[in-house]
């Protein structure tokens, strides 16, 4: 089993930068491709950033691409969301989910471990 944790969220003023983080408890995610999901009341989930278990690909939605980055650092079991010149929309509960694939998957129901979430606020 492998359970995401998430931590980083909290509430920034539009255009400033912040840091998500992921990291596993019960067993490491190194052989799997991970993706960072987002969801804002009222919409749906969409998938925001995801890497692959190398971390040598990389997906991200196109309202993110010029702005997100999403990396690895497998010797400390982390996966980290770098989000910068952040908006209102990017307003959202920010979710960890691992794949038991090393290939990026773009879709939510390909996620088998979803973290609790941590929150996002933009807001000035």
């Known amino acids: 089993q492998i359970q995401p944790v998430e931590s980083g969220g909290g509430l920034v003023q539009p255009g400033d930068s912040l840091t998500l983080s992921c990291t596993t408890s019960?067993?490491?995610?190194?052989?799997?491709?991970v993706g960072w999901f987002r969801q804002a009341p009222g919409q749906d989930r969409e998938l925001v950033a995801a890497?692959?278990?190398?971390?040598?690909?990389?997906w991200y939605t196109g309202s993110v691409k010029a702005r997100f980055t999403i990396s690895r650092d497998h010797a400390k079991n982390m996966v980290y969301l770098q989000m910068n010149n952040l908006e209102s929309e990017d307003t959202a509960v920010y979710y960890c989910?691992?794949?038991?694939?090393?290939?990026?998957?773009?879709?939510?129901?390909?996620?088998?471990?979803w973290g609790r979430g941590t929150q996002v606020t933009v807001s000035s």
């Open positions: 890497i692959s278990m190398s971390g040598g690909k990389t």
């Open positions: 019960r067993r490491t995610f190194s052989q799997n491709s």
């Open positions: 989910a691992v794949t038991t694939e090393p290939y990026i998957i773009d879709y939510d129901t390909g996620y088998d471990y």
